[in-house]
């Protein structure tokens, strides 16, 4: 076709999107569609292509982005920063400049420090997204690549297989009907039929057969593109998120009512109003876990890269909170638990048959081009792979895991034509008319094979009067992994037990587990009810028992991860294929395997980049790290705030003091928000048991550190007050440094079960303490905005606050004993 014609036809389809010629596109014949979109069967140039890309654009709906000034200035809304504007105006409006601008440097900072870490949070997510990107098979200059769905043009020439989701609007092209699964698009949950010259739409997946398309809209010209991208994703809070915002309410609603206590005694007592309603409004500025969301975000963000050097990408980043809770993992056998690297045995053969027949009519059955590993295994099992040419290939029937086998019609040079078909014993047997005659013949040849760990397929051919004759029964061995048992081993040990699930019969799942010391009680999935079944308490009990199930049918998965969850385990669930996506969104953690379906991976909350058991139970050791460094940061939090407002409020009521100016209360908020987001790298040590939020552990051990502050600071109140006469105004500075150094020596006694010294801080821990700590010191010492304390106190502050951290940390063991009296591994 003449370039100006090819130009004349992709500009019309561009600029009559919306008019109604890519409806035209929808239903017009074939041939006309081709003409249209100027291309052929053998689709487009790579210069073509990247031409037209740049003409429609990427193949995504257009994301909507938040213009950086405005998100900016969202920080500056909404209840907290309200509180500290009003603070400032009063700073203003009573002329305390020095106040004004410390509580203006506040605001500020917040705002910057939240928008920063949370742009960074989101830039990391998004590289590991991109990770997860939609391949596609496309025809490009005559041979298939695998270019990015988003580089996909009208006009391109797309293959379609099991378990893909349909990246762009296309018409089907020749070949068998496909099933389509349009659920995510209309709701229909049934699948339906689409034959050749029919529209498939993007987003839906291909649940059964495979099939050339022609591309003729991509991204938002697309038939779902328009409602799709009105649609906001919508944001799932985990269990622990739950847990935080509950704490951050908790302390917010405390704050608000030793504020107005302290409000009413300063009224009562005839104080300036104004002057005391700005300090409570400061006060309840500090006391309120402003950092929270920021602190949140970058622990989960930093996370979920830690997690994708472990190879395991996070698509969902509650879902680590949740991974650190999984105490049954419900993992596939082949490619997980084995090599997923099928060798072939020596066939079984009925008499008259040879082995080298068998092996020929099973790899007639077989297709070098889906790089299916049964398939390669079976075609690797021939002696010389030319006997093929002597055949032609007329039409090829994909595997399924409805009718579980391939089938193929073969012409042979004479002419003549017959049908091979492979697949599940049982499958084949069921076609075959005279089975009758050699039933138990090979029945038995397949329990020997099961009992060896051999897993069987079943081949069959037609003869002349197109009836199909039973050939024999090829054996394939997938060995074990060589770090599964260890890993197995492990899992247990960290409190995760691993049930074996495969489709394979029931001899072959026993002897698999037996080679891995997985356990012999392995269910027969045949027995279990689907879905919609309410099974008994007999019977889930014999689920949660089970060492693994054999013969599984992807609803057998998700009727098994239901079960589980109704015992109250948080169940991982590990899949590959397009129909393990229900029991992979059902699981509390649907992990999808390397090499998983596309259909698969969107439904997973973590996608594995490598095969294998270990990389999840790497994962998890992850998972509950990073619960560890959240749980301490909210027991930090809450034992900071119990600290200072107890103490401000004691020492307002009992002795109408005022220990810290509203100042020193902002410039304590500063330095502890800044320090405490290093807790995101800190080193710890994961548990040996599934995380769940014990409230009652994080409550109890965190009110006993804020009870003991307020008790340490009036200690030190004493001292300056009563025996070195020290004046009220020396007095604050003293006691500013006090709660500062102490606070942040708080984060080493909650970071660690056992003794503080237990496990070794992170250095950038170490360093943003130290550093805001020497930043306070010299702020007290030379008094700025402040009495200047002198480096005498400052080191008598320094040595009665270690002393103190001490005595904390002896009576924080104590009180672990108390509150969680069962010993665990130190966290």
Known sequence: MEPNTEQANTSKVKSGAASGVKDDLKTLPLSEVEKMLATSSDGLTQEEATKRLSQYGPNELDEKKTNPLLKFLSYFWGPIPWMIEVALVLSGALQHWADFFIILLLLVANAVVGFWEEHTAGNAIDALKAQLAIKARVKRDGKWVNPPARDLVPGDIIRLRLGDIVPADARLLEGDPVEVDQSALT???????????????????????????????TGTNTYFGKTASLIQEAVTVSHFQKAILKIGNYLILLALLLVAVIIGFAVYRGDAFFTTLQFALVLTVAAIPVAMPTVL???????????????????????????????????????????????????????????????????????????????????????????????????????????????????????????????????IMSLVSN????????????????????????????????????????????????????????????????????????????????????????????????????????????????DGFAQVFPEHKYHIVDVLQKRGHMVGMTGDGVNDAPALKKADCGIAVSDATDAARAAADIVLTTPGLSVIIDAIKESRRIFQRMNSYAMYRIAETLTVLLFMTAAILFFNFYPLTTVMIVMLALLNDGAILSIAYDNVNYNQKPENWNMRLVLGISTVLGVIGPIAAFGLFFLGARVFHMSHEMLQPMMYLMLSVAGHLTIFLTRTRGPFWSIRPAKVLLIAVISTQILATFIAVYGFLMPALGWKWAAFVWGYALIWALISDRVKLLAYRIFDPVKKASA
């Open 435 to 546: 089975m009758d005659q050699f039933k138990n013949e090979v029945e038995n040849a397949v329990n020997e094979f099961a009992a060896r760990g051999f897993r069987s397929l079943g081949v069959a051919r037609t003869d002349e009067g197109g009836k199909w004759q039973f050939v024999g029964i090829l054996p394939l061995f997938d060995p074990p992994r060589e770090d599964a048992k260890e890993t197995i081993a492990t899992a247990l040990e960290l409190g995760v037990t691993i049930k074996m699930v495969t489709g394979d019969a029931l001899a072959i799942a026993k002897e698999t587990a037996k080679k891995l010391h997985l356990g012999a009680n392995i269910l027969d999935a045949v027995t279990l009810g689907d879905s919609k079944k309410q099974e008994s308490a007999a019977v889930g009990e014999s689920i949660e028992k089970a």
């Open 297 to 427: 975000s970058v622990t989960m963000a930093v996370g979920a890269r830690l997690l994708a050097r472990k190879k395991a990408i996070v698509s969902k980043l509650v879902a680590i909170e949740e991974l650190a809770g999984v105490d049954v993992l419900c993992a596939d056998k082949t490619g997980t638990l084995t090599q997923n690297k099928l060798t072939l045995g020596t066939p079984f053969c009925l008499d008259g048959v040879t082995a080298d027949e068998v092996i020929l009519n099973g790899a007639l059955a077989s297709r070098a081009d889906n790089n299916d590993t049964i398939d390669l295994a079976v075609l690797g099992g021939l002696k010389d792979s030319d006997l093929l040419k002597a055949y032609e290939v007329v039409h090829f029937q994909p595997f399924d895991p409805v009718h579980k086998r391939t089938e193929t019609t073969v012409k042979t040079k004479e002419g003549n034509s017959f049908k091979v078909t492979k697949g599940a014993p049982q499958v």
């Open 187 to 217: 709701g229909e949950s049934l699948p339906i039929e689409c034959a050749s010259g029919e529209a498939v739409f993007s987003g839906s997946i291909i649940r059964q057969g495979e099939i050339s398309a022609l591309v003729y809209a």
